[in-house]
């Protein structure tokens, strides 16, 4: 039976590339010069750190990381943001987490929007994706059509199609 994975899965040489490049303007920008703003890629964690010495100088830094990010073609829904924390002095930082794998409740979404669409197709959790199968291609491409457009808030990936 034909079937494809929906999941949630950034590309992370792209988010490290944008990392590095975000880096390169915030230690050329000259409202950055004398400050301790950097940002900084935990690979391990998926978690993106950005330090400012104010929160308007943190949005600043957290607008060129997304833009590097847009430009690169890593989607923004990707990030998670985390509540502002203050540090030592007048420093703060915030840590935006990279979304990976489909949580438990937005899977349980993905897995009710095609069961309420009557579709011939059946979807079924499988760790931290949802594996869709169907009797037909058609099916499964208008499952796909289906999601991009029910869950926006998602940056779904569609793979792993087979015949």
């Known amino acids: 039976m034909p079937s494809f994975d929906a ?16 880096g390169k303007e915030i230690g050329t920008r000259f409202d950055f ?3 301790s703003a950097q940002v900084e890629l ?25 833009a590097k990010l847009a430009k690169r073609n890593v989607d923004v829904r990707f990030l998670d943001a985390k509540d502002i924390e203050k540090m030592g002095g007048d420093k703060v930082k915030q840590v935006l987490q990279v979304r990976h794998g489909i949580a438990g409740d937005d899977a349980k979404r993905v897995v009710r929007i095609l069961k309420d669409s009557k579709m011939k197709v059946q979807a079924s959790i499988q760790g ?22 029910e869950v926006s808030d998602l940056p779904l990936t569609f793979g792993n199609f087979r015949d």
């Open 33 to 35: 010069k004398g400050s």
């Open 42 to 66: 935990k690979e391990k964690e998926r978690q993106i750190v950005c330090t400012a010495d104010s929160d308007f100088q943190l949005s600043q830094v957290r607008d060129v990381v997304t």
């Open 128 to 149: 931290d994706t949802v594996r869709v199968t169907g009797g037909k291609r058609d099916d499964l491409q208008s499952a796909i059509a289906l999601l991009k457009k």
């Open 7 to 22: 999941s949630l899965e950034a590309d992370m040489t792209e988010v490290r590339n944008a990392i590095d490049q975000s």
